[in-house]
């Protein structure tokens, strides 16, 4: 597949979504922007919340983890199960009950205008870091299928990527994310559905025989029980996704801003419920795309692509889909699904970030109503230029994984948080507020510290999500610190 085809392909899709944004953006309101005026159906928002919480970094790392990893990575997307319970019954009825545009209202009303801001500021740190990673990814594939033979500089990949983000996005806002996350998710998910069909019809394999194959007993082990220790430990892993879930769903504005479009509580809680019996299922499926990938180049000779000196398995998708002889429809739907894949959460991440900043920093709300949607616009291409310089950054530092790359950073950014809403929904104290961003700082350099020098410290301990949670605690231990009577 030509790049220029690659490219043309890519105009048709983003044509579609323009068209989406067309009909979604005609009420171009604050109240449309930011809670799509609480009138989205909840089996859509489900649905397209599967692409977003997946998003590029599953669609092209996670196949490529399987080599090293196996199957492991169930053992948190179990763990997954857990956290939304707790978010269906414990977070969400707070958001509803204090009608909330951005969650971290909550903290204002439970700790103060300054526990207020910090909890935003760590939301807006975290998500930035994670829609770059996201935008990194899918910018680092169309550089390898389309501008490295024009000789386009990675930085104007950066930028054509953002730029289509926000032509898009700039009026609707979330009610023009909660449908284009519905396309998206299709695309995706019909993408990877595609590439087992393809692949196994080239090996020669029906769907039954990759499942009984021995090449696949290579790749398939689940459970990890042995050594707890390892990084790959089931408790580690289990628990790392039970914190991750509510951390990085639970109490981030970019997940909890589709929920808060539903109608009401109960309609939020169904589609929290289903979006994750469905994510389990579609998690298994990408790894076990993943084990195939791997068996095709065993079985054809091909090499995982190495870019300046690091082998990139995150580069693995794309080099069979598009590059390894596999045929013109493959390719085509893979280019679709990445792309759906990638967007999915970035589009919906710039979205949150200018809702956070306006609401949480500007107190947009109470403004004149005249300039409330020009100062809207100016934060959302403000946040569209900060995120085209993080990921350029990224592409000069990351030699890793790009999906442990994030998880890795989401639990030292997202432990505080994690504490305080704990905090917050456990306890019925106040705090010194002066203290809180101090308690926040220590308690990332404490799990910083914890998680470099483990294996000495703890008798050849490694830590692996599960950080996260003790950051978290370690956050809720210093507020409790520095607590007062209500």
Aim: charged fraction near 15%; proline fraction near 2%.
């Amino acid at each position: 597949m030509q790049p220029i085809h690659i490219l043309l392909l890519i105009g048709c899709y983003f044509g579609l979504l323009f068209f989406i944004s067309y009909l979604t953006g005609k009420e171009d309101s604050n109240e449309a922007f930011f809670k799509a005026n609480k009138q989205s159906p909840w089996y859509i928002v489900a649905f397209g919340m599967i692409g977003a919480t997946l998003s590029g970094v599953t669609f092209i790392s996670v196949p490529g983890t399987v080599a090293a990893q196996q199957f492991g990575y169930m053992q948190m997307v179990f763990g997954y199960i857990f956290g939304t319970i707790v978010i269906a019954f414990v977070l969400l009825p707070i958001y509803y009950k204090y009608n909330v545009t951005s969650i971290y209202e909550f903290l204002n009303q439970r700790l103060g205008s300054k526990s207020h801001k910090i909890g935003a500021f760590f939301f807006l740190l975290s998500r930035t870091i994670g829609a770059a990673f996201r935008i990194f990814l899918v910018a680092l594939a169309m550089q390898y299928l389309i501008f490295d033979e024009w000789e386009i500089p990675f930085i104007i990949t950066v930028i054509f990527s953002i730029l289509l983000i926000w032509i898009y996005t700039h009026r609707g806002g979330i009610k023009t994310i909660v449908w284009t996350d519905t396309l998206q998710t299709f695309f995706m998910l019909s993408a990877v559905i595609f590439a087992i069909y393809f692949i196994n019809q080239k090996i020669g394999w029906s769907f039954s025989e990759l499942l009984a194959s021995e090449e696949l007993k290579q790749y398939n082990k689940i459970l990890f029980t042995s050594d707890y220790n390892s990084k790959a430990y089931f408790l580690k892993s289990f628990f790392g996704g039970v914190f991750i879930t509510i951390a990085m769903t639970g109490v981030d504005q970019d997940m909890m801003q589709k929920n808060l479009t539903c109608r009401n509580l109960k309609d939020a809680q169904k589609n929290m419920l289903s979006m994750v019996s469905l994510l389990v299922v579609v998690n298994f499926v990408f790894l076990l795309l993943g084990a195939l990938l791997y068996i095709f180049i065993n079985k054809f000779g091909l090499e995982v692509p190495v870019i300046d000196g690091v082998k990139r398995t995150d580069l693995l998708f794309p080099l069979v889909a598009v590059k390894s002889g596999l045929g013109l429809p493959l390719a085509m739907v893979f280019i679709l699904g990445i792309i759906a894949a990638a967007y999915s959460s970035a589009d919906s991440a710039l979205t949150s970030l200018t809702t956070s900043y306006c609401v949480d920093f500007l107190d947009i709300e109470h403004k004149e109503k005249s300039i409330q949607k020009s100062l809207r616009k100016k934060v959302h291409i403000a946040f569209s230029i900060v995120l085209v310089i993080v990921v350029v950054i990224f592409n000069s530092v990351l030699e890793r994984d790009v999906i442990t790359g994030l998880f890795t950073i989401a639990s030292y950014t997202y432990g505080p948080l994690l504490g305080l809403f704990a905090f917050g929904i456990i306890t019925k104290y106040k705090v010194k507020e002066n203290y809180v961003l101090i308690v926040c700082i220590l308690s990332v350099v404490l799990s910083y510290f914890l998680n470099e020098y483990s294996v000495i410290l703890l008798n050849g301990y490694q830590f692996s999500f599960e950080l996260l949670g003790l950051n978290g605690f370690f956050t809720f231990l210093g507020l409790y610190l520095i607590r007062r009577k209500k």
